[in-house]
Structure formats: C-alpha cells, structure tokens
C-alpha cells in the first residue's frame, strides 16, 4: 500500500529475520485484535476511496465475514471481554484479504495516470 513497508528487507535476510520474528509475534499479540477475532486487514481505515473500491470488489462471503467480525469486536468491546480462545483469530488464519486487492487497484491507478500523460506525437511526412 501507500505506507513504506520494511517487511521485504528483512525477509530476504535470514538472520535479521530470525531476530525480528519474535519482536514481531511479541507486537501483534500486543495489538489485541486477534483476542477480538479480528484480522490485520481489518484495521485498514475505510477513509480513502482506494479502499472503498476494495471493499466493493470483495466476495459476498468475505465481505459477510469482514462485517461480523467487525461487529463481534465491537460487541466484545463494549462488554470489556476477549472472545474464548478458540474462537480467537490465529496467526494462520490472519492472512491478508484486503491488501492484494487495494495493492491491484493502486496498479490500476498508476498505469491510468502513465496513459493519460502519455503525448502522442505526430510524424511529418518526409518528401
């Protein structure tokens, strides 16, 4: 997305990944969505239109279990509860959903932008 991301530098480095992993786990337990059955997806602000366009290109079914889980943290929420740890997101199951979507429109964007500055030039016939 629009943010800088390190993720991919530290992937490519074995040793710096297996220092970072941890520190990693360590922060998105932290966060406390998974205790609320969210997924990392889930927390994207709806604010900018790329993502609007991404929530409408969602699959029914995706786009029902994005809004229940939604609701059911926000009912947890209010009830100052965490959800059973078996209903708990896993860190398997926290795959991104939303991202790859908001990743092809950003594409789509930028390649309308480069076709629309294009300048078509004529050419002059040579005698």
């Not at 337990?29 to 889930?42: F, K, P, V």
């Amino acid at each position: 997305m629009s943010q800088p991301s390190v993720a991919k530098f530290v992937m490519k480095r074995p040793w710096l990944n297996s220092w970072m992993k941890p520190l990693a786990n360590w922060y998105t337990n932290a966060a406390g969505y998974r205790q609320l059955g969210l997924r990392a997806d889930d927390l994207i602000p709806e604010e900018s239109e790329k993502v609007l366009l991404a929530l409408k290109r969602l699959p029914p079914k995706e786009a029902y279990d994005r809004v229940f889980r939604m609701r059911r943290a926000f009912q947890c929420s209010i009830s100052h509860q965490l959800l059973p740890k078996e209903e708990q997101t896993k860190p398997e199951d926290d795959i991104p959903y939303l991202t790859p979507i908001i990743e092809e429109i950003e594409a789509e964007i930028k390649e309308r932008e480069d076709l629309e500055a294009m300048v078509v030039k004529k050419r002059t016939a040579r005698s």
